[in-house]
């Protein structure tokens, strides 16, 4: 099998595919994506946890690789209680982790941490202070302090302040915005594009940057006690930009799930088929993934 990814720039929509199993025997590992694909933010999705489920039975590695901002045992436990089970994934890797990395090399920082407070256990045991923004010497964004209300607009004069400080910015979560229902919400990485707008020197942690994906690599490596050949990694998720464009950029296939918070552009809603001309444009100039699936299914 040739090296590099399938996901190549076309012309026209990607294929659609009949299910995961219609393609599984290419691969040995599955970096797959959570929310929008295993969950919606309110209730797991059965079909997708018996495909990644049937996938382990088969022989494959499933790493779950999410821009959750938060350390990899929260995802655990919000799995737990949406309904996901424990047998539809082998591990989890989080932006989350990265960013307590990423931070683990600022020993004594004082840090702002820019987001609600549900993701203050990414910085359990970690040798800095949070602080106000004022006497910061990084600022890391989780989130915005309340995403059901507020927008990046609202942070304009915040963000002005910190450029003028000069602060760097950690993006613990470069996800423009998340399904969360039927609706769609901002996330940490929509504040992240105003501040490096603004010039600000921004650090992103997770998908589509090469860091998250070489953590899950490494994960995947002790598990299996050997490396996986890039050929034979499947990249699973439902963003173009950060899910397809990271597994691309990272040299994996990927396989796009229509029905994630591209919905609504492409007609897909609750597992309808995409509109063919919606998705051809949405990937015009982009890289093409091996397949497209409403929803993920065995």
């Not at 004082?110 to 006497?135: I, K, M, N, Q």
């Not at 613990?172 to 990485?189: I, K, Q, S, T, W």
């Not at 860091?211 to 050929?231: C, F, H, K, Q």
């Not at 691309?248 to 552009?265: P, R």
Request: include cysteine; proline fraction near 6%.
């Amino acid at each position: 099998m040739a090296d590099g990814p399938r996901t190549t720039t076309q012309v026209g929509a990607p294929p659609l595919i009949s299910g995961l199993s219609a393609i599984i025997g290419d691969y040995d590992l599955i970096l797959c994506d959570v929310w929008g694909v295993i969950h919606n933010g309110v209730a797991a999705f059965p079909a997708a946890c018996a495909a990644l489920t049937q996938a382990r039975e088969g022989g494959r590695t499933v790493v779950l690789v999410s821009n959750a901002p938060r350390p990899n045992s929260a995802i655990v436990t919000m799995l737990d209680g949406l309904g996901a089970p424990r047998s539809a994934y082998d591990a989890i890797v989080t932006s989350g982790d990265v960013t307590r990395a990423q931070l683990a090399a600022h020993p004594g920082a004082r840090v702002f941490h820019l987001g609600p407070d549900r993701d203050l256990s990414t910085y359990d045991g970690l040798d800095l202070t949070l602080s106000p923004a004022e006497a910061a010497d990084l600022v890391v964004c989780t989130g915005l302090f309340d995403d059901n209300v507020e927008t990046p607009a609202d942070y304009a004069d915040m963000l002005a302040a910190m450029k003028a400080r000069d602060l760097p910015f950690i993006c613990a979560n470069p996800d423009l915005v998340v399904e969360r229902g039927d609706r769609l919400v901002y996330c940490a990485g929509a504040i992240a594009e105003a501040y490096e707008a603004l010039g600000g020197r921004t650090t992103y942690c997770g998908k589509p940057h090469r860091p998250i994906y070489d953590t899950a690599l490494a994960v995947a490596t002790a598990l299996r006690g050997g490396p996986v050949a890039s050929a034979r990694v499947l990249g699973i998720g439902d963003a173009l930009r950060t899910d397809i464009a990271g597994a691309n950029g990272a040299g994996f296939d990927s396989l796009f799930i229509a029905g994630g918070i591209h919905a609504q552009e492409l007609k897909a809603h609750d597992g309808a088929v995409p509109d063919s001309a919606s998705l051809a444009a949405l990937f015009s100039g982009h890289a093409h993934p091996r397949g497209v699936m409403p929803r993920l299914a065995w």
